[in-house]
């Protein structure tokens, strides 16, 4: 079940109410962001924190970085999406895999896309793999709110997609989003953690990146033409940014449980 965590209050008789001095207000902490390629940037989840006042504290193990031993300086983590498999055996998917017990533990806000889904998914028990006739799903998607996600707020209808894996659900955990094309389950929750098969953050620049430099992948089975993820970010990107707004908006002040 998902909860919105409140705080109550109450008011005092007005003859003995004063005006309490005004006080700085609290820093906000910054955000855990692990990323998987030398030059890759976070998009428009990065720059949702950095508009609302969060720091982005990059790591990236795959190039040395150490991943913090508790996450209690920080609002949340967010695991980034890769070219690598979960099922890799390089030290650095062990470490990060592993790592995800540490959001788990401490309910802190964890968010994983695409390979960040899939290292939750592993770290759960649950299986990841290539689909049975080796199709992909690369380009815009629809996308199906389930009747347990509805509560997070109806997830976008079409949503970018990059991938040739997908995971199973693992026990315990509740199915947030599907489809009905090659890979049903698309977003699920766990405790504090959400994983998303898809790619919120994908901007504009990031669309022309992806597809200018990647004809091997377009090749493949079930991939969209590079005009249509052009047209379709066009046409689907805007409404995938505004709910990835209200999303994150409620994910960092960890109003988001799952049970």
Known sequence: MLEAKSTDSSDEPAASYTVPERSAPQAKKPVCIVLHQENSNPGHVGQWFVRNGYTLDIRKPRFGDALPETLANHCGAVVFG??????????FIRLETEWV???LKEEKPFLGICLGAQMLANHLGA???????????IGYYPLITTTEGIPLGRFPEHVYQWHREGFELARGARLLATSTGAYPNQAF??????????????????????????NTRLGMKGARARHE??????HHGPKVHAWLDRFLGRWAKAELTID
């Not at 890769?82 to 030290?91: L, R, V």
Request: glycine fraction near 14%.
């Open 82 to 91: 890769g070219p690598m498999s979960a099922n890799d055996k390089d030290e």
């Open 101 to 103: 017990g540490v959001a």
């Open 127 to 137: 299986k990841v793999g290539f689909h049975a006739e080796e199709l992909t799903e």
């Open 189 to 214: 929750g766990y405790g504090s953690a959400i994983g998303v098969q898809f790619h919120p953050e994908i901007t504009y620049a990031q669309v022309h990146r992806w597809t200018g430099h990647n």
């Open 229 to 234: 993820h052009i047209e379709g970010h066009i």
